[in-house]
């Protein structure tokens, strides 16, 4: 009923009259978000990687803020040429406003920590998988926890969350939260366009894990704006182990992945940007709501599965099908997924049989849009992928990235008879019929 009560509270704050009539359908699956294992958060990918990018906060008044409520900013180096790379960071979401909370306190959300520096890697390939380190480089450090989609004007408290839970992790009566993941995001490219975002030829949108989510999400909105001003622009996205499924867990309770992003869902407003007042704003694509939310499930566009149906942006996925954070937190695998735990017989057939819905939920991917996407799908069990190592039809990873980005910028891209060539898939067991002897391929079975 608590539970219950705080979805209620939240259509309440938020306004949103088609919210509030979904209530009481949502309740029944928010309910199982109390069982859920609060560790189920990915670590941080961070941006570690290529040069020195300086730190560049927002104001306030932009809306930008971290879930402290202080400003949120991003990470920006000048290139040389006419190539601009948006990397959004990734870290797994907080699916509660406890767990937000404790996030407020780390890097995860909040900028009071942040370097002034950080290193910021371009994410454009040649054919023969050379990266490109001339474009204008910009990194989206993570502040929010819902993957850049939420919205709400006023702080939330952050003690709504039911007393069960505060007596274990308690959280000061006076708490706030900012959820403006998306306001994060705008107002970020409003500052990118000032600084010549709108004279680039090429854009590519990359992130990892919850940023590869956010790269599903938002590719197309930054696309749109981009082409507002320079229409013959080459938009293109590169998620990064962020293909998360719509799947149930190994011991078929209600603690589900897709339950918990149910209730991140009503608690940080992801609606979409139409309309007016406190009900709207969200970041997440109008056309996939239009669809999900008649069938009383909008959270599916906040899930890349879904919402991917709707992207016009091309893209090129990299993922494993037996994604290591998927093994430990959507399959919620006792063996898979955890070094030097072995699996039985019946875990085994669980995780085989989680690759196949990988597989199947992968599907549309290779067609959609008349066959320009790309993909790279391993077989390696691991979240942080040995990317530059892995090879399939006798390319590398970035081989693959860098001649599907060629054949579409010169216009051969598509569905032949054999398929589309530039999706590469391994059709082996986990890490490739325990043959990769990669130290970031968790052992099986």
């Excluded at 898979?336 to 072995?342: M, Q, Y």
């Excluded at 669980?350 to 849009?369: K, T």
Aim: glycine fraction near 10%; hydrophobic fraction near 35%.
């Amino acid at each position: 009923r608590g539970l219950c009560a705080t979805l209620r509270r939240t259509a309440k704050h938020t306004e949103h009259n088609k919210m509030t009539a979904m209530t009481s359908v949502a309740c029944l699956v928010v309910l199982a978000v109390a069982a859920m294992p609060w560790t189920a958060v990915a670590a941080p990918l961070g941006n570690t990687e290529g040069e020195s990018a300086t730190l560049q906060l927002l104001p306030l008044a932009t809306e930008a803020a971290c879930l402290d409520g202080s400003p949120y900013g991003f990470y920006h180096r000048a290139g040389t040429s006419d190539r601009w790379s948006i990397s959004i960071e990734g870290g797994g979401w907080c699916y509660n406003e406890t767990l937000c909370y404790e996030r407020s306190k780390t890097r995860l959300g909040t900028s009071t920590v942040w370097p002034k520096v950080d290193g910021c890697s371009c994410a454009f390939y040649s054919p023969n998988g050379t990266q490109d380190e001339t474009c204008h480089c910009s990194y989206l450090p993570y502040g929010d926890g819902a993957s850049f989609s939420g919205y709400v004007k006023e702080p939330v408290p952050a003690s709504k969350w039911p007393a069960f839970d505060n007596k274990t992790k308690p959280v000061p009566a006076d708490a706030k939260l900012w959820f403006r993941g998306i306001k994060n995001l705008d107002a970020t490219l409003d500052q990118l366009f000032e600084m010549g975002l709108g004279n680039a030829k090429e854009v590519v949108v990359t992130g990892g894990s919850a940023g590869g989510l956010s790269t599903f999400l938002h590719m197309d909105r930054i696309a749109t704006r981009v082409k507002a001003v320079n229409p013959n622009a080459i938009i293109t996205g590169m998620p990064v182990v962020g293909y998360f499924l719509d799947h149930g867990n190994e011991a078929h309770t209600a603690s589900t992945y897709p339950s918990w992003m149910n209730y991140i869902y009503y608690m940080q407003n992801l609606t979409a940007g139409t309309g007016s007042g406190a009900a709207y704003g969200g970041g997440l694509m109008p056309k996939c709501l239009a669809h999900y939310l008649p069938l009383n499930a909008p959270y599916k566009c906040f899930m890349s599965p879904h919402a991917q149906q709707f992207v016009k942006t091309p893209y090129f996925m990299l993922n494993s099908k037996y994604d290591a954070w998927q093994m430990n937190n959507i399959l919620q695998s006792a063996c898979a997924g955890k070094p030097n735990v072995k699996c039985d017989a019946t875990q085994q057939a669980d995780v085989l049989a989680y690759g196949e819905s990988f597989l199947q939920q992968f599907a549309p991917v290779p067609p959609s849009q008349g066959g320009q996407n790309g993909a790279f799908i391993t077989s390696c069990i691991c979240h942080g992928c040995p990317w530059s190592e892995l090879k399939l039809e006798g390319k590398t990873t970035y081989q693959a990235v860098g001649t599907w980005h060629d054949a579409l910028v010169n216009g051969r891209l598509g569905v032949g008879d054999d398929g589309n060539s530039n999706v590469l898939v391994d059709p082996r067991h986990p890490n490739g019929n325990d043959t990769f002897t990669y130290s970031q391929c968790v052992h099986f079975p």
